[in-house]
Each structure stands twice: as C-alpha cells, then as structure tokens.
C-alpha cells in the first residue's frame, strides 16, 4: 500500500519541480575532507588513464579487433565516471548530502544503466573475439573485420540504451514517499526504489528484467566463450602453448571478474535484503576502484595495448624535441 506522503506525479510540472536528497556519506562527516581527496585523486587518475588508452588507440593507424573493444571500454568507463564521481565529490562537500532534480536523477540512472550494460554487451563481445583468436585463428580475420567490430559496438551501445530507457521509465513511474531522501552518493536503481511509495514486489519486476537482459544473457554468453576455450585448450599437448593461449584472455577474464562480481551483488538480490552502508561501499568500489584498475590490466596483460601506449610516448617525445 503507498505509505503517506506519498506524491503521485500526474502531470509534468510535478516532476520537473520534485527534488531528492543525496545523503551521500553524511555519517562520516569527520572523515568528509580525507574522502574527497582520495576520491578526487581516483577520479584524475582514472580519467588519466582511460584518456591515455582511448588516444592511444584512436592514432593508432592499424587497429585489431580487440584494440577497438579496449576503446569503447575506455570511452565507457570516462563517461561513467563522469556521470557518477562528480555528484559523489559534490555530497562529500555538502555537510547534509546534496539535491538532485527529478530529471536529473532520471537521467543519471539512465545513463549509469545504459553504459553499465553496455560494458557487459561489450565483455561477451570481446569474449566472442578471444574464441575465435584461440579456437579458429586461421579465420579469425576473416570473422573478426573491422565492420563486424563497428557493428557489434553499435548494437552493445543500442541494446543497453534500449533497456535502460525501458528501466528509467519504468522506476520513475512510481510515487516516491516523503521524505525523498536517498541514502547513496548517486541514483542507483536499488536506492531509488527503496524510497518508492509501493509494497508490491511488481516493482522490482523491471529491474528483474533488465537484470537478465544486461547481466545474465551477456554473462551465459561469455560462459560460453570459455568453455569452448577451455575444451581447445586442453587439446593442446605443450603447457607452454596452452599458458600462452591462456594469457591472452587473462586481462578479459579480470575485468569481468570485477565487473560482474560487485554487478551481481548489488542488483541481483530482492528488495528486502537492500543494505545501504554495504550498497555504499560496493558501489564506491564499482564506480571508482575499478574503472581505476581497468588501465592498469590492459597495460599489465595486453602486448598490443602496451605497443600502442609506447608508440604514442614515442611520438609525444619526437614532437616535443622538433
């Protein structure tokens, strides 16, 4: 039943005018100046270091395939970034938390769900890639063109927009009690639901939904992939040859790791075991540590990435000398 206080948005002017609070980490108010530079410093470095990947890989003349997925990564984990960390850093500032407009808050869910799918579309791509570079290498020019690459980006960014829109809509339907406070440092769907005015379980059926379509589809996908890896894998009599296959799919078998580990703890729950202080911690190591790690693996484990990134401070030396 909706809980009093509730306020149904019947028309446009209702929601434009609606405003949250972030509460954010207003508990930890003595720590508030300690967070705000480790965040800030995570956020410019990690910035950093996807911008270095994504020019590095733009002026890089010849790209394979994965040097075109590592891009897209690159390119999603800077916006993602940007729509989250800056309204964090803000709620750190803001000794009661922060406000958010109704539509803005829709459009940071929005966005967050949109790109976080997108990376997981993105993974089984790129799983799908390694498959074929281990299991069918004589075609895997012929089957990984670069048109295929472009269109298999396209449809990981389409497919996540189209889920996300559905989602967005979906949540911001419902009446949201008074007070609209949100205890998290952005709009994340779990939190936002917990402050809807609404006991029915059908709630929490749209995110459900997406759940499946954005985490579990591309995650059977690339379940897939690996068992197929796998079995070729264990046909190759020399350890030697079957460690090297095996290293090129090191640095993709991390970041999905990572990506789906703190993914599937914080969506893939029902909405009574909803824990904000274990949300919170989760989502800071979801949204800043590891986009943050994301460059280091790609520099660490990927030769193609490392030449790529040697190249553009070869360049960047050249022009500064003439």
């Not at 997925?69 to 984990?77: G, R, T």
């Not at 690996?226 to 991390?254: E, W």
Request: proline content about 5%; hydrophobic content about 55%.
């Amino acid at each position: 039943m909706p809980c009093e206080g509730c306020m149904g948005r019947d028309n446009v002017s209702t929601g434009a005018t609606m405003e949250f609070l972030l509460l954010g980490f207003s508990e930890l108010l003595r720590l508030r100046v300690l967070l705000f530079l480790i965040f800030l410093v995570i956020h410019l470095v990690t910035l950093a270091g996807n911008m270095m990947i994504f020019l590095a890989v733009v002026m890089e003349p010849s790209r394979p395939p994965m040097l075109l997925f590592l891009c897209q990564l690159s390119a999603i984990e800077l916006c993602y970034t940007l729509v989250i960390v800056p309204k964090a850093l803000l709620s750190l500032v803001a000794a009661e938390g922060s406000t958010i407009s109704f539509l803005g808050c829709a459009a940071q869910m929005l966005l967050f769900v949109a790109l976080g799918g997108a990376e997981c579309f993105l993974l089984a791509a790129m799983s799908y890639d390694r498959y074929v570079a281990i299991c069918q290498p004589l075609r895997y020019v012929a089957l990984m063109s670069q048109g295929l690459c472009l269109h298999l980006a396209l449809a990981c960014a389409l497919g996540a927009s189209a889920v996300a829109l559905a989602l967005t809509a979906a949540v911001f339907r419902l009446p949201f009690c008074q007070p609209r406070r949100i205890d998290h440092f952005f709009c994340d769907v779990p939190a936002v639901l917990h402050v809807a005015c609404t006991q029915s379980y059908g709630a929490e059926l749209p995110l459900l939904a997406a759940c499946v379509l954005l985490l579990l589809l591309p995650f059977l996908l690339i379940l897939a992939s690996y068992v197929r890896i796998a079995a070729d894998l264990l046909r190759i009599a020399s350890p030697a040859g079957r460690g090297k296959a095996f290293c090129t799919c090191i640095s993709h078998l991390a970041i999905t790791l990572l990506h789906y580990g703190c993914a599937t703890f914080i969506y893939i729950r029902p909405k009574s075991s909803y824990s904000p202080a274990q949300d919170k911690v989760v989502s800071l190591v979801y949204t800043n540590i590891t986009p943050l790690m994301y460059p280091l693996i790609y520099s660490w484990r990927n030769k193609e990435i490392r030449g790529v990134l040697r190249k553009m401070l070869r360049r960047k030396k050249i022009a500064q000398v003439n």
